[in-house]
């Protein structure tokens, strides 16, 4: 009897360059920037070889909550704008949003729960991560599902 297939998400940072390229490679294709195999490794430099081994195992994290909700956990603090700062990102991103769940604020701060649908993302959603955790009262910005 086969074993299930275990996932892990691991930051890229962490994996062997092998698996960067191969998801770059398969990039490269998807967006018609490569035509064949053989360009697309070329341009992500790597072999034929590694790509055929790993190419149904490495994939972006952006590729695997195409239609789904995601939930975010954010740590806000309790001054005026940062939420709808937030929002405005959302927004910017083309994610839409299903719900906020906001705590009452203690010690200046408030935990905000925000569920979207990150199939309309006009980003990718790390990106849309990056912009939210810089905002100006931005204490903590997680996905908490997803």
Do not use: W
């Amino acid at each position: 009897m086969p074993r299930p297939i275990r996932y892990y998400l691991v930051a890229a940072e962490v994996l062997p360059e092998v698996f960067r390229r191969v998801a770059e490679a398969r990039r490269l294709l998807e967006s018609r920037e490569a035509r064949t195999v053989d360009q697309a490794v070329r341009m992500a430099g790597i072999s034929r070889s590694a790509f055929y081994k790993y190419r149904d195992a490495v994939f972006p994290f952006s590729d695997i909550r195409t239609e789904h909700i995601v939930t975010f956990q954010a740590m806000l603090r309790d001054t005026s704008g940062v939420l709808s700062r937030v929002l405005a990102v959302f927004a910017a991103s083309g994610a839409n949003i299903l719900t906020i769940n906001q705590s009452i604020p203690t010690n200046g701060c408030a935990a905000v729960t925000i569920s979207a649908e990150s199939s309309g993302l006009n980003r990718p959603l790390e990106e849309l991560m990056d912009q939210v955790s810089v905002l100006e009262g931005v204490v903590r910005f997680q996905i908490l599902s997803g």
